[in-house]
């Protein structure tokens, strides 16, 4: 499986941006999908996960504010993120699992800056 994330960028705080993840699984629709961020100096934490039937869940700090979704025709997950804060500035990853193992994308830099 391989994992492809794109919409890294700056935003001003306040703003929006969509992270996007492709991926090459077979039976993408099989397996649940997240995304995970990890900032300067903190370790790797859980922003969104999305299960095989639509279910979701976000941590407590993005809530009402990202949005994780899942297109299976195309075999992609998006994160929406709206209401940026300094804080949301971080490396996110794209994560999916299938029984054996987990996999990761390559991560893509989100910056929240004036």
């Known amino acids: 499986v391989q994992l492809q994330a794109s919409g890294e960028g700056l935003v001003q705080p306040g703003g929006s941006l969509r992270l996007s993840c492709a991926a090459s699984a077979r039976n993408f629709s099989s397996n649940p999908m997240g995304w995970y961020r990890q900032a300067p100096g903190k370790q790797r934490a859980l922003v969104a996960l999305?299960?095989?039937?639509?279910?979701?869940n976000y941590a407590d700090s993005v809530k009402g504010r990202f949005t994780i979704s899942r297109d299976n025709a195309k075999n992609t997950v998006y994160l929406q993120m709206n209401s940026l804060k300094p804080e949301d500035t971080a490396v996110y990853y794209c994560?999916?699992?299938?029984?054996?193992?987990?996999?990761w994308g390559q991560g893509t830099q989100v910056t929240v800056s004036s």
């Open positions: 999305i299960a095989v039937g639509g279910t979701t």
């Open positions: 994560w999916t699992a299938t029984t054996s193992r987990a996999y």
